[in-house]
């Protein structure tokens, strides 16, 4: 029966030709079953009327009345003010776009009834461009609604009203021709949800008594029976895009093996001045059995900021090196890239290992050289930015890519490097690492194609920051503090952030605030890093406050990942409100980083918002990165915690992440299962909630 649902088409309904059927698939709706899926945004209570006299600020209701004026008014903005009035009172109605026929159809004398929401105004209480209808005394008063009215997601002309219509047309077909009840058994035994045909009657036509609070929250079982469909629908589509890369081969990457030798792993570890942690250590071993398997290894490394992650990456490309392969490393930014670069070449070069390097900033006979090595063979590991896509960058064997700070790159995106495996037959192993904690929820629908490892240790000798909360009215203060600091040996970061998303308005703080401190710190050497230096005055400047060439590094956000100075132990991040919660903590974990005593002041400019306030409190309180990121997905949500890359892949259009996280709890297994047993029903189940972007072989 579900077929035909989704067979029916748009022209079906009355009224409907071509141009509005271009107009609904204008709004993803391509036939009658995805009309009945494009849901109300919200609910309008049009049941009853609402005496003038009992209106309050901010109330929204039916009203009626007479009208008693009507006149145009020239102002600072020109508009139509018309009075109406009922037995307890008066209420204005302002339109500021409006015809001559509008004003003449709303003449004195004529009866009104209008729905919109009361505001303060000029002349007591109005309303801005309410709905309205003119009341006729030749023909019966039209009833009121019902049901709740829903409002509807539209695209630019097209009007609510006629959107409702064409739902309610829609929804006489349900009985005849009822959507097919995808959902497992499984899930239909043990959820007490209503059937999809209830569900889709109650959300488009809810009754005057339903619980308007409920719906408006999005916890009404209707709208939990459908969040969960989509939830199932998405957690498949990242199981078929997993599939998709397991069914493929890779080079299996087996351990050294040479009796009386040791491995160049084995070396690594015994020049390292330190001994691995146990979280590394196991993090090692699960993605060592990855590789060792005849198909792509996909594995996600979480990590809070310092609990080395890049010891764990440098082990993995020693393994594939090892073998005979090559390996690469991609990172969001070229400082990022700079940093991995010199840790690694540190590490590796003594080893004999070849370490490159690529930028897309990189040009002429500098670039062709590093091309010529690598498609030869004789640079073994490669690291650079997204230059790595490049249709020139040629591996001879390459068979491990590792991408920091994932949330920076979409699914695609790092599956665009597949074809530039072995001979272009293997693909290389992944292993995508982010120092940006995911609540474990979250974790499971983003990275739903990926197995998870997390480094839940830091290294012994890690000083967890004490961090402060000051008004920038205590800048004095602040400044003597980094003095104080910086002539007792250690090193501080100044952090400028601006409201404007201009990088250009924000270099032009940071000089500012660098030439401010200059003349106030005149015993210290102040440095300066910002977006707009060149790749190579950025690394150069970075590696003189490495070296303590400066005491004191003024910069933009730009240090937010990627750079290590253990001498610095003192971070004052500027106008702290007007950064994210995940953000705050990476420029917190640039301190911290040796055995001295940290600290993060965060300067604020009051008044401070409840949201920023508590985004300020959450920092003070701790210093765990997965509480910070279960902090930050309260507030923010999904879709700024991962970014637009990230969350392009994992777009809903009626669960929430955030506020349906219990319903995510044992889905995967679910899906897994009915991948498995049901793939028709899978499918379908696919169509109905990502159409064609469930394409995923041609990525």
Known sequence: M??????????KLKGVGQ??????????????????????LRYEDHTQISPLGSLRVSSTAVVEGEVVANQVIVGRRRSLLVRIRDATGLLSLRFFHFSATMKKQLEVGCWLRCYGEARPGATGLE??????????????TPALEQGLTPVYPITEGFQQQRLRQ?????????????????LPLEIQQTQVFPRLVDALHYLHQPPANADLALLESGLHPAQRRLALEELLAQQLGMLILRQQSRSQAACPLLPYQVANDISLEEKFLASLPFKP????????????????????MLR?????????????????CLRAITAGYQAALMAPTELLADQHFQNLSNWLEPLSVK???????????????????????????????????????????????????????????????????VQGQFLPHQLVMTATPIPRTLAMSAYADLDISVIDELPPGRQPVTTLVLPDTRRAEVVARVRHACLEGRQAYWVCTLIEE???????????????LRVALPELNVGLVHGRLKAAEKAAVMEAFKQGEYQLLVATTVIEVGVDVPNASLMIIDNAERLGLAQLHQLRGRVGRGSTASFCVLVYHPPLSAHGRERLQVMRETNDGFVVAQKDLEIRGPGEMLGTRQTGEIELRIADLKRDTDLLIGLKPVAQRLLEDLPDQAQRLLVRWRGNQVCFAQV
């Not at 942690?277 to 792509?296: C, G, S």
């Open 127 to 140: 309303m801005y461009h309410p709905e309205f209808k003119v009341l006729s005394q030749e023909l019966a």
């Open 166 to 182: 064409l739902v309610q047309q829609a929804l006489g077909y349900l009985a005849s021709h009822p959507p097919e009840e995808l």
């Open 2 to 11: 579900s077929a035909l649902l989704h067979n029916l088409p748009l022209t």
């Open 300 to 316: 996600l490394v979480q990590g809070d900021v310092g609990s080395g992650k890049t010891l764990v990456a440098a082990m993995a």
């Open 502 to 516: 201009s990088e250009a308005l924000e270099c032009q703080a940071a000089e500012v605030t660098a030439e401010e």
């Open 355 to 421: 370490v490159g390097w690529l930028t897309g900033r990189m040009k002429g006979k500098a670039r062709e050289a590093v091309l010529a090595k690598l498609a030869s063979g004789e640079t073994h590991l490669l690291i650079g930015t997204h230059a790595l896509f490049q249709d020139e960058v040629v591996f001879q064997r390459l068979a491990l890519v590792v991408i920091d700070e994932q949330h920076r790159f979409g699914v695609h995106q790092r599956l665009a490097l597949r074809n530039k495996g």
């Open 19 to 40: 141009a509005l059927e271009e107009k609904l698939q204008r709004l993803g709706i391509q036939d009658m079953q995805g009309l009945l899926f494009h849901l109300p």
């Open 277 to 296: 942690t146990k979280a590394q250590e196991r993090v090692t071993a699960e993605i060592f059995y990855d590789l060792q398997l005849p198909h792509p």
